[in-house]
């Protein structure tokens, strides 16, 4: 007989040895929707409604983890994250409620987004969609790049992944700016990064590409204001998160050639509109777009569900994962997971 209840807010590719393992491990899993076109975010209610039976709940990127639904988890010992951002996931309320949240920040992760904003930055310097579109019509006219060596760089968010976009940029003989209020001194040094302020780094900056989280003070803070800044022949370039970033703002910059362009993985919400102007043709030459697939690689995936599954396991059996977003709470979360567990 299963000792946990566990749902699967969003089953990814290969959930089936998810559950394998989950199964072995002494759970009962629920799954939410699955389909490779499934969109639908679930609702709050029925998140409410099924909260009040779980041990833990396994949530993707879609679904919003609210205060509401953690109260509604009487038995609730844990939430586990696949991926990185716990934005959606009201971490604080988790905290007061003794529930431990963990997340996946497995090094194909990072590795694998930073490997697709330098690729954005290329795509966006050599043209390859006016290139691509060309040549398919056999259109042979001179089309002007932009040489990225010597070029300057700006890094915002300088953590594993900033940091990884730097160490694969440098090759390429580029200045490297980066502003990160708590970027390491002596890692941004051997990097030969220039810590600076953000209107400096926007201002100098050929290239600005986003690596830092959703917070208050970054919500939206890519604004007019900051686009305005930018030199008219800079790029932007978001892997992070579409919140970061006033699309609005974002729109209004392309179409009056405030900046060159932009290749956004990310947005804000996801996925956009079918109506929303960045997805029109007349931007198809200045926009570069993917559907947050930057980081999305087999190595990744596969890391990502069984950290996800160990995390939550070991959260379930009363042991500290190996990915701990609110580590304060530990001590009260044993005595819930004790409590729980006795009724």
């Given at each position: ?15 089936e ?41 396994m ?29 959606r ?13 963990s ?42 790049n ?7 760089v ?15 940029l440098t ?8 502003y ?41 803070f ?65 926009t ?6 930057a ?17 939550c396991l070991?959260a ?14 530990i001590?009260r ?7 729980s567990?006795?009724?």
């Amino acid at each position: 007989m299963a000792r946990w209840k566990v749902f699967l807010t969003e089953p990814i590719d290969g959930y089936e040895r998810m559950v394998e393992n989950l199964e072995k491990g002494g759970c009962e899993v629920s799954l939410g929707p699955h389909t490779r076109e499934a969109t639908r975010e679930i609702s709050e209610e029925e998140l409410i409604r099924r909260a009040a039976d779980l041990d833990a709940i396994m949530v993707g990127t879609r679904e919003r983890i609210t205060r509401k639904i953690l109260e509604a988890g009487t038995r609730l010992g844990t939430i586990a994250k696949y991926a990185i951002g716990v934005e959606r996931i009201d971490v604080k309320a988790a905290t007061e409620l003794a529930i431990l949240v963990s997340n996946t920040p497995v090094v194909e992760n990072f590795v694998g987004v930073a490997e697709g904003a330098v690729a954005r930055i290329l795509a966006l310097a050599k043209n390859l969609k006016r290139c691509d579109f060309n040549a398919r019509r056999i259109i042979w006219k001179d089309i002007v790049n932009v040489l990225v060596c010597g070029k300057t760089v700006g890094i915002v968010g300088l953590g594993n992944i900033g940091n990884r976009v730097a160490e694969l940029l440098t090759p390429f003989g580029v200045r490297l700016l980066a502003y990160d209020p708590y970027a390491n001194q002596e890692r941004a040094a051997h990097l030969r990064v220039e810590l600076t302020d953000l209107e400096t780094l926007l201002r100098e900056s050929d290239f600005v590409t986003l690596h830092c989280v959703t917070t208050p003070e970054t919500r939206g803070f890519m604004n007019e204001a900051r686009f305005r800044l930018m030199k008219p022949g800079a790029y932007l370039i978001n892997t992070a998160r579409g919140a970061l970033v006033n699309e609005r703002d974002l729109n209004r910059a392309l179409r009056e050639d405030w900046i060159a362009g932009a290749a956004l993985d990310v947005y804000d919400p996801e996925p956009p509109a079918p109506d929303n102007p960045l997805l029109s043709p007349e931007l198809e030459f200045k926009t570069q777009l993917s559907p947050h697939a930057a980081g999305a690689t087999p190595e990744m995936t596969r890391r990502m569900s069984a950290a996800q599954v160990e995390n939550c396991l070991r959260a379930l059996r009363g042991e500290i994962p190996e990915f701990v977003v609110n580590p304060p709470v530990i001590p009260r979360w044993r005595d819930r997971l004790d409590k729980s567990q006795q009724t």
